[in-house]
């Protein structure tokens, strides 16, 4: 893949969103219900959502790349990585399928990213605990995904009709 | 770079996407919500009833110790593992991680746990403290939920 300034540039912005959103939803005392050290919610699911259908699901892929392994750094913490690789190429997956229904709105893609985006972190960490305790809050979890997806998806669509009027929606 | 100059950047868009919750929106939002219960009553339903509370330690994905809490009651443990310290302490109804040297300190927050599934883990340390036994599960739902 080739990519132009523009598209490199937008990429950068995209990135830089996506890991402040990392950092804003780490204040959210998420652990409070679940004590998993490295879940959490997903608002930075947003920018996968926005990017993946303004540029395509191969740049939102690196994109999302971009934004665990920096995430990572950042966090100087690579216990997190793999929780943020594998929630997030969950989402990205479910949500590039679910996009394709043309019956689905932006709301019931969130929807089901976030809950594959928990379903993938809670497999993220039965794998690196090797135990299958945390398997007890993942029905929590799904219940959170009803939340953070209608959530994410509102927050697309408010962005997808306010670029509407600058006919980027219109391709 | 204005808004306008973007429609060039990306791959264009086949369909402009709908934005409007519609009824196969709520079908997923069946779907996830079907997952949840099911899930629930696998995962929790699973849990052994009306045996004592019992602490299983594990380090590194293997079972280390087995504390019921009623005989464990009043005493602290040390575990070591992973070149951390973990303090436990225990009631007869709770355990929770008095101190740890871990540098996330994920374990001491976490706080006291008093019901069957529930678990305190140390990513650092790799130890998870989990619950198993006591008495139906339901009411954390409720606390989780409510
Ligand atoms: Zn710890």
Redesign the pocket.
Known sequence: MKLTTKQLTLCGILTTLALALSVAENQIPLSLAIPI?GIKLGLANIVTVFALYVLGPAQAVLILLARCLLGAVFAGNMNALLFSLMGGFAAMGVMILLSRLRGLSVYGVSIGGAAAHNCGQIAAAVLSLGNTAPLYYLPILLGVSLLTGALTGLMAACLFRALAHTDLMKG | MTLRSWRKVGTPMNTSPKLRPGLWDALVVLVVAALAVSCGWTVWDGQDRGTELTAVVSVDGAETERLPLKEAAGTERTIHAGG?T?RLRLTETEIW?ES?D???????HTGHISRGGQSI?????R?IIQLEGGERVDTGVDAVIG
């Open positions: 050290p | 951390y973990l991680v740890a871990c540098p996330t300190q994920d374990c001491v883990v140390c990513l650092p340390a130890v």
